[in-house]
């Protein structure tokens, strides 16, 4: 009735096929972005994991704190002190918008427009 010659060789290859990515990529799906970190400090505004997952309310945050009351407030971290200011803060530490910020970005496909009005670090390649 069936012909198994045809249904186990072609059920072979499509189970190969649809598993490619995986086995192809050695089990790791997909490129994950690796952020280039700042070499001479450690320590970020926030802990990691709220700054992965939340910097852009932070970045609102600050914005509008900045825009609507003002308030600039300088915060210290390391000893060093840094103003409430993309800028002036994040961009001081994280110096390289393509090797840090545009790494997630492009792997999450998000171009936040920010740049169209802010200054984005002289790339040093
Ligand atoms: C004083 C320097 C400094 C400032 C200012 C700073 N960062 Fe960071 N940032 C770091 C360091 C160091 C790490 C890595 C921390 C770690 O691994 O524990 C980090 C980690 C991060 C991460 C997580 C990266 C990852 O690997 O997942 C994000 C996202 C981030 N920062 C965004 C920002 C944004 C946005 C701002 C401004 C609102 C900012 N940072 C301001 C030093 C800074
Ligand atoms: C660890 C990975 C990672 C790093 C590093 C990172 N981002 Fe993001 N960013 C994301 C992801 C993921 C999103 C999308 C989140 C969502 O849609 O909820 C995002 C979204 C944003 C948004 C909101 C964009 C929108 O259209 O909603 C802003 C603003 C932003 N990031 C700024 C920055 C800046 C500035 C830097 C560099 C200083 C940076 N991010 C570094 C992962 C990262
Ligand atoms: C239409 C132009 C424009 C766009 C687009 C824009 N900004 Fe701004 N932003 C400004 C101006 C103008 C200021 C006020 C600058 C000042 O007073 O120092 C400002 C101030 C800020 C501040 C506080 C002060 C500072 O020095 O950083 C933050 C934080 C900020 N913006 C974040 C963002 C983020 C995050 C995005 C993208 C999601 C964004 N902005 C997109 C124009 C823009």
Known sequence: MYDRGIII?????????VTFPIWYNHG?????????????SKKCVDSVNVMRSKHMQLLNEWRDEVLRTGDRAYFELEGKKYQKSLQNACITCHTSKKKFCDTCHEYA?????????????????
């Open 28 to 40: 790791v799906a997909g490129d994950v972005p690796k952020p280039e970190l700042p070499k001479d």
């Open 109 to 125: 496909s998000v171009t936040p427009y920010c740049w169209d009005c802010h200054l984005a670090p002289v790339e040093s390649e």
């Open 9 to 17: 060789p072609g059920l072979i290859i499509f189970v190969l096929l």
